[in-house]
């Protein structure tokens, strides 16, 4: 008796990719063993998340900046980086890649009031030259565009920088990276930098957490206190509020109340494709 001869059929690799990229990421992540490509994401994350108003169309938006290494489980080639721009817009519930995203890396602004006028702004360093500068995004006409920082005393890596909203206008407090105590420099564009105001060294001053009314400044103390700071006359209030010391960071959040329902239900998932460049 003759045994059987087992017959195998497989699919090209042309179609299984034609058909692998048609499916949510949801069921790819399921299959991964289908097939040693395309990698599949192995870690995806968010930073630099900003909220403004769109007035042209009456709209909420949020903006962020997401990170995704991709893992091919069954080679040994290194993880595969890529970088997207989302952006949710909550009239229409649903989120989107942005398009001519600029060569840029965004650092997350603790402050978290970098929105000006429907406009957010980080700062930000090139990838190919290094240079530091402003990062902005209009959530009216959804573009990206660049500006330069305030001309600093030394190098830059000497300061921090926090970008808040000062008076209807994008500021930036600049003080030392180093040392126990601190001074502060306050700018504001308006066409161009314009230094504000500057406060010689405060003792027992960790950072600047933004602004109160009358130009009174919140400041994070060196025991983890929250203070009050006026800058015209140097004084010093305590709050009796202390943040818990193990937290990574510390920060302030303005708000306005609105009536305005959060009632989104979209799935991130459904809506973002996220998935390597074939060509790589």
């Known amino acids: 008796m003759q045994g059987r001869t087992k017959s195998r059929f497989q699919v090209p690799e042309a179609l299984a990719m034609e058909v692998l990229l048609k499916l949510p990421v949801k069921s790819l992540a399921r299959f991964n063993c289908v097939s040693r490509r395309p990698p599949f994401p192995g870690y995806t994350g968010f930073k630099c998340v900003g909220f403004g108003y769109d007035s042209e169309t009456d709209d909420y938006k949020i903006i962020q900046f997401v990170t995704l290494v991709y893992i091919d489980e069954e080679s040994d080639s290194s993880p595969v980086y890529r970088s997207q721009v989302e952006l949710y817009s909550l009239k229409t519930d649903s989120w989107k890649e942005v398009a001519s995203v600029p060569n840029a890396c965004p650092f997350s602004n603790y402050l978290g009031n970098n929105c000006v006028d429907g406009v957010c702004s980080w700062e930000a360093m090139m990838e190919y030259h290094r240079d530091n ?98 800058p015209y006359t140097r004084e010093v209030k305590k709050l009796g509020v202390k943040a818990y010391p193990d937290a990574m960071c510390h920060c302030l959040i303005a708000y306005v109340e609105s009536l305005v329902p959060i009632n989104g239900k979209s799935e991130h998932a459904e809506h973002i494709i996220r998935r390597p460049s074939l060509d790589t």
């Open 133 to 230: 500068l402003i990062l902005s995004f209009d959530m009216v006409s959804e573009k990206f565009s660049t500006s330069p920082l305030p001309e600093l005393d030394g190098a830059l890596t000497n300061y921090k920088l926090e970008l808040l909203e000062l008076n209807g206008s994008l500021g930036v407090v600049v003080y030392p990276r180093f040392g126990t105590e601190k001074s502060f420099d306050l700018w504001a564009m308006d066409g161009g930098w314009t230094k504000q105001l500057s406060v010689e060294s405060i003792p027992g001053v960790e950072e600047p957490m933004g602004f109160w009314k009358n130009g009174e400044m919140f400041i994070g103390g060196s025991d983890h206190e929250l203070l009050l700071f006026e």
